[in-house]
């Protein structure tokens, strides 16, 4: 199974929690904010994931489907 993450790019701040948390989800685009690596997402890393979620200081990430 698999599930998505949504990134709020009005609302993130490119603190980069979720990068360091989860690196093989959330990479770095030119600006140094996070980028999603994949769209479809193993639920292998559904708790990395959530505890980014849960971690995020602007509240930018939202895990869906």
Known sequence: MTFRVEIDTDRCQGHG?????????????????????????PDEYRPAVERCVLGCPETALRITG
Do not use: R
Request: proline share 8%; with cysteine; hydrophobic share 30%.
């Open 17 to 41: 929690k979720c990068m360091i948390e989860s690196p093989e989800v959330f990479g770095e685009d030119e600006q140094g904010y996070p980028e999603l690596v994949m769209t479809d997402i």
